[in-house]
């Protein structure tokens, strides 16, 4: 079954030892950067009274 994604293409800026620490678990687990990148979006909480996420 082949997925169909709605895509929108981002562009985001990465101190470099973000960019080492993504790499280097990609590495370790042997995942994409996207796909690491995708599972931590989508484990965002919806709840918008989350504290870290309120906008001031």
Do not use: Q
Not at 23 to 33: A, L, S
């Amino acid at each position: 079954m082949n997925k169909k994604w709605a895509t929108k293409r981002l562009t985001i800026n990465l101190a470099s030892y973000e960019v080492e620490k993504l790499e280097k678990f990609c590495e370790e687990t042997g995942r994409p950067v996207t796909d690491v990148i995708r599972e931590l979006i989508r484990g965002l909480p919806l709840d918008a009274s989350t504290p870290s996420l309120k906008k001031s």
